[in-house]
């Protein structure tokens, strides 16, 4: 006996959707032959998960911890609270669900070290046998609305630090580097103009700049509480060098690509920086800038200004961290009039055009199915993340960008 179980959603090719909106969708059956079920259950469900080992002593300590977002169960037929059995005639079976996405759910992410996934399930329930459990992952997005973030992230950022290499009689004079951005929100499909202005008034020359885009994850136990970071390097670029006694200014293009976007609250917090090193010939030490950046999923306008934003969190629930054990669910108010954020919440389409949505490279692919005993249908999964066709910001030029390379004849 054959069954097959299909799961899709309503005017969602890609299955992705925002923090806050309804995700309505049909649930197929195909029997060749009637089954006997005692009911046939829709689970919706999001979910963190974190776990992970480390080495102490003379033995490995694991630490793992969880936090649920939503979880709804309809009965398509029958139910569990009796021992009534049903019949699935042989043919096709069409039933709708729907749920309301809470507001606070997080982005979904698959990491090393643990996920946040969102989850269709269809179970099947025979107690007399076993359950058959088929199951459907989509994608869940903050709504990370750089228009409506902090006003830091649209206006140029700026860094500058110095760095003498040696000591005592050997100590060089001061490794001066000046970091430039135009802004620090961007969305995916951008492209970051860096300039860096080096002021190398050493007698090393710089022998080449690496720039990294940086994504760090940070990993929460509850039991016990604990964390740890992952550092994943998800852009690069290389400039050219730097002459001693010699003054340069350099202005690279970092790609941003798709990616999960920032997030500093749950179970798992993503955030980004740039890295900007600058490699000191016949030393081992280098310097290195470091400035944070905002990754969103919806971008900066253009020109005009995108729809109202739906209500914020309160401050207290900012303060809340994983470990503080507060419960702020009743302070989360849930959006019920969204409808297609998408296209309703990005700046007109004679600005922008409707995001593509893609695979990060960068994280892996989880396992939908391991909680399940006997599944069917695709273990693997992967979140999609909206990534932009947009113009590109500007680079910033400082005082320096005019020379592109000139002997320093004092330091300032």
Not at 31 to 57: C, F
Not at 67 to 95: F, K, M, P, Q, W
Not at 119 to 143: D, E, I, M
Not at 343 to 368: C, H, M, Q, W
Request: aromatic content about 8%.
């Amino acid at each position: 006996m054959v069954v097959t179980c299909e799961i899709s959603f309503d005017n969602n090719r890609y299955g992705t959707f925002y923090a806050g909106q309804l995700v309505e969708g049909c649930v197929t059956l195909k029997s060749d032959k009637p089954k006997e079920v005692e009911a046939i259950v829709v689970k919706v469900v999001g979910y963190s998960l974190t776990k992970w080992s480390e080495r102490q002593l003379t033995s490995n300590k694991l630490f793992a911890g969880r936090e649920d977002y939503l979880s709804t169960i309809v009965y398509l037929v029958g139910s569990e609270e009796n021992n009534n059995r049903h019949i699935i005639e042989a043919g096709v079976h069409t039933y709708n669900f729907a749920c309301q996405l809470p507001y606070q759910c997080p982005s979904s992410f698959e990491g090393r070290y643990g996920c946040i996934r969102y989850l269709v399930k269809v179970l099947l329930v025979r107690p007399w046998k076993y359950n058959q459990a088929y199951t459907h992952g989509f994608t869940v997005l903050k709504l990370m609305d750089l228009n409506f973030e902090t006003p830091q992230l649209r206006v140029a950022t700026h860094s500058e630090g110095y760095r003498t290499f040696c000591c005592g009689p050997c100590k060089t004079d001061p490794l001066k580097m000046e970091l430039h951005l135009p802004q620090a929100g961007y969305v995916p499909g951008q492209r970051i103009p860096v300039t860096v202005t080096v002021i190398n008034n050493t007698h090393l020359a710089v022998s080449e700049l690496r720039l990294c885009l940086v994504m760090l994850v940070r990993y929460y136990s509850i039991k016990p509480e604990h964390s740890r970071v992952e550092r994943i390097i998800i852009s690069r670029a290389k400039g050219d060098s730097v002459l001693r006694q010699c003054t340069r200014s350099i202005t690279l293009h970092m790609d941003v690509p798709a990616t999960p976007p920032t997030c500093l609250e749950h179970l798992i917090q993503i955030a980004y920086h740039l890295e900007v090193e600058a490699m000191v010939k016949s030393l081992r030490e280098q310097q290195l800038m470091i400035m944070p950046l905002t990754i969103g999923t919806i971008p900066l306008a253009v020109s005009g200004i995108v729809v109202q934003q739906p209500p914020r969190r309160s401050a207290h629930y900012e303060a809340a961290g994983p470990a503080s054990g507060q419960r702020t669910t009743d302070e989360l108010p849930m959006v019920t009039s969204i409808a297609t954020i998408p296209n309703g919440l990005t700046p007109s389409s004679a600005d922008i055009a409707p995001p593509k949505y893609e695979e990060s490279k960068f994280t892996v692919r989880g396992n939908i199915n391991e909680e399940e005993l006997y599944a069917f249908g695709k273990n693997e999964f992967a979140p999609l993340y909206p990534v932009y066709s947009i113009p590109n910001p500007p680079p910033v030029l400082s005082s320096n960008s005019r020379n592109i390379g000139y002997i320093n004849q004092s330091f300032n």
